[in-house]
C-alpha cells in the first residue's frame, strides 16, 4: 500500500496528535495538490488529496474536521472559491469565518 513520504506533509500523518494540535490551532483548512506534483504522481495518474484521502481511508480513520465542522483537508482547486466566499463581504468588520 501506499504511505506518504515523511518529506511530503509528513509531520501530518507521522503522529496524529500533531493532527489534532493543528486543528486545535483554529487553523480553517489545509489546501492539497488535487494534481499531480511529482512525476511519480504523474506515472501512477493521482495526486497528494487523493492520495491523503486514500491513506485516511485505507486506515479506517475518520478525516479531521476544523472547528467548523467543515472538511480540514481540501483540494487546493478549491482555494479560490472558498477565498471569494470569505471576501464577499465588503465591510471588513463583518466578514466571519464561521461558515468557512
Do not use: H
Request: overall charge negative.
Amino acid at each position: 500500500m501506499w504511505q506518504l513520504p515523511s518529506y511530503r506533509l509528513g509531520w501530518l500523518y507521522e503522529n496524529k496528535s500533531k493532527e489534532f494540535d493543528v486543528v486545535k490551532a483554529a487553523y480553517l483548512a489545509m489546501y492539497c495538490p488535487d494534481v499531480s506534483v511529482s512525476e511519480e504522481q504523474l506515472a501512477d495518474n493521482n495526486n497528494t488529496y487523493d492520495l491523503i484521502i486514500a491513506s485516511y481511508k485505507a486506515q479506517g480513520s475518520t478525516l479531521p474536521t476544523n472547528i467548523n465542522g467543515k472538511p480540514f483537508i481540501r483540494k487546493l482547486s478549491d482555494l479560490y472559491g472558498d477565498l471569494e466566499a470569505l471576501l464577499i463581504e465588503s465591510d471588513i468588520r463583518k466578514r466571519t469565518t464561521v461558515n468557512f
